[in-house]
């Protein structure tokens, strides 16, 4: 892996001939990193693949030269098995993903699932570093997407409402989905599966806007008008818990929003 990625480096660094001096000072590291780098002696940072792939316009898959099926094929085996323990034990999960990196440096998606598992106030800082280098270079829309919502999330977290709502506003209004469609235009298991999977997720877009409509009349301190919302959040959580039919309700996040105070109170 080393000597394919660095030859890789050095190939791309002499078809824009410019020298390891000019490469190193553009990626903000030493000509002596470039160096081992291209010899096999070091890999680059997890966090400087992207950069790098940036900074030559290629992506990471054309870095390492991976076989693209059967790269993503890989990488979804890591992400799911690593998914698995997203709230049960999340440091579990993190190291799974950590290892898959090993194997797929500076992948966009195992970096996108890898931010579930960092999800901490302390690691704030971490998580935006990771979020900005994703940013860099991904080219799958649902990736990078998914990734500005986790960025403005830690941003209001962090007490940077400033950096919020320009984070936000890269994140087009969409008044339809892709699976909204295919639930309605396809057939059989497809229309079915497309059905089951957008009803999760409308379900749990309804859950948590109605335990916000909670929280915000609480800060507000319109009581009655939080305790409303709390009892209609609790009704709508009831009606889906226990389905297993097309899906399951996830009690992992009921536990994270417990964890983060957004799960409404009935009192």
Excluded at 144 to 166: N, S
Excluded at 200 to 215: E, F, K, N, V
Excluded at 218 to 244: C, N, Q, S, V, W
């Amino acid at each position: 892996m080393e000597i394919r990625l660095g030859r890789k480096i050095k190939t791309l660094r002499k078809q824009k001939n410019i020298s390891q001096e000019v490469l190193a000072q553009a990626l903000g590291v030493t000509f002596q990193a470039v160096s081992k780098w291209e010899t096999g002696a070091a890999l680059p940072d997890v966090a400087m693949i992207p950069v790098i792939a940036g900074f030559f316009e290629v992506s990471t898959d054309e870095l390492f030269d991976f076989n693209l099926i059967e790269q993503e094929r890989k990488v979804m085996k890591i992400c799911e098995d690593a998914a698995a323990y997203r709230y049960s034990d999340p440091a579990k999960s993190e190291s799974m993903l950590r290892e898959g990196l090993k194997q797929f440096p500076g992948n966009d998606i195992i970096l996108n699932n890898l931010l579930y598992a960092m999800q901490s106030p302390d690691r704030s800082e971490e998580v935006v570093t990771v979020c900005k280098s994703i940013l860099e270079v991904t080219k799958d829309d649902e990736v990078k997407y998914d990734v500005l919502r986790i960025l403005a999330k830690t941003y209001h977290e962090m007490g940077q409402q400033a950096l919020v709502k320009p984070t936000l506003e890269q994140i087009p209004e969409l008044y339809f989905s892709k699976l909204e469609l295919a639930a309605n235009y396809l057939t059989g298991d497809e229309a079915l599966q497309a059905a089951a999977m957008h009803a999760g997720i409308c379900r749990d877009d309804l859950l948590l806007m109605t335990a916000r409509m909670s929280q915000l009349f609480r800060e507000a301190g319109d009581h009655a008008k939080a305790k409303d919302y709390a009892d209609l959040t609790h009704k709508i959580f009831a009606l889906f818990e226990g389905r297993t039919d097309t899906f399951d309700y996830s009690a992992g996040l009921r536990r994270e929003w417990l964890e983060e105070d957004v799960w409404p109170r009935l009192a």
